[in-house]
C-alpha cells in the first residue's frame, strides 16, 4: 500500500529550500525546550536544597478537608484529576447521574484521587466557578496562606519522590488508598513566604513558557502542510 501513494515531488533544491525552513523552525522550537528544563530543574533542585537545610513538618496543621457537597445542585461542571496533575472534564458516562452528593470545589482548592496519587492525580483548582467532583475523591484547603502557599504546596506534590511515598504508604492502607488521613501526615519543609513565592514564581515561569513551547510544536506541525503547497506551487511554476 505504501508503495502506492503517489507523492509530488519538486526538484531537490527546491526540497531542500523547504527542508530547510522546517529544520530552523524545528531547532528554534528545541532550543526553547531546552531552555524550559532548565527552569524545571531549578525549581527541583531549589526544593531538594530546602528539604536538605530546613526541618520538616508535617502538613496535617495546615490544611483542612472540604467536605461541601452539591445537595442544592448549583454547579454542573463535573471534573477529575488526571495523572498529569491537572483538571479535566469527566470521561464518565453522567447521563442519570445524581451528582447532589458530590463536592464542590472552589478556587485554591486542593484535590485528589486517593487510588491514583501515586501516578500524580493530584491538583489544585485555578477557576473562578467552582466545579464538582466525585465522591470518592478527597478534597482540602490550605488553612493559613501568609504560612504555607497551596501552590508551593503543589510544588512539593509534584514531584517524583511524592509519588513514590504516597505508593508505598498507601500500598498497607484499605483498598490501596492514600486518605486525608495519610495525607496529613505528610513532611515537608516550610521556608519563609518570601522564599516560597520566589520558587512559585519560577514555576509559573516555567508553565507559562511550557504553554507557549506546546503551541510552538503545534504550529509547526500545522504549517507542514503549507510547506508542501509551497514547494509545489513552486515547482510548478519554474517547469
Known amino acids: 500500500d505504501m508503495s502506492d501513494i503517489i507523492v509530488p515531488l519538486p526538484d531537490i533544491d527546491t526540497q531542500r ?3 530547510g525552513i522546517y529544520n530552523a523552525m524545528s531547532s528554534n522550537q528545541q532550543c526553547y525546550e531546552r531552555g524550559l528544563e532548565d527552569l524545571k530543574l531549578t525549581c527541583d533542585a531549589y526544593i531538594e536544597d530546602l528539604r ?6 508535617e502538613i496535617g496543621p495546615y490544611i483542612e478537608p472540604v467536605n461541601d457537597t452539591n445537595s442544592k445542585g448549583l454547579y454542573t461542571h463535573v471534573q477529575g484529576v488526571e495523572s498529569s496533575g491537572s483538571f479535566i472534564d469527566t470521561r464518565a458516562n453522567m447521563q442519570g447521574v445524581d ?3 458530590y463536592t ?5 482548592n486542593i484535590a485528589y484521587n486517593p487510588s491514583r496519587i501515586n501516578i500524580g492525580s493530584i491538583a489544585m483548582y485555578s477557576d ?22 497551596p501552590e508551593y504546596l503543589m510544588l512539593w506534590f509534584g514531584r517524583t519522590e511524592f509519588q513514590r511515598y504516597t505508593w508505598y504508604y498507601a500500598a498497607g492502607s484499605v483498598r490501596d488508598t492514600f486518605d486525608f488521613n495519610l495525607m496529613k501526615e505528610v ?3 516550610i521556608p519563609s513566604i518570601d522564599i516560597q513565592k ?8 516555567y508553565k507559562e513558557r511550557k504553554s507557549i513551547n506546546d503551541r510552538l510544536k503545534s504550529q509547526i506541525k500545522d ?13 510548478r511554476k519554474e517547469a
Open 17 to 19: 529550500k523547504y527542508a
Open 52 to 57: 536538605r537545610k530546613i526541618p520538616c513538618e
Open 99 to 101: 451528582i447532589s452528593k
Open 104 to 108: 464542590i470545589v472552589p478556587k485554591g
Open 128 to 149: 473562578d466557578e467552582p466545579c464538582v467532583v466525585s465522591p470518592m475523591y478527597s478534597v482540602f484547603r490550605v488553612t493559613n496562606t501568609s504560612k504555607v502557599l
Open 187 to 189: 513532611k515537608f519543609p
Open 198 to 205: 520566589d520558587i512559585v514564581d519560577i514555576f509559573t515561569v
Open 223 to 235: 504549517i507542514c502542510p503549507v510547506l508542501i503547497k509551497g514547494s509545489i506551487e513552486e515547482a
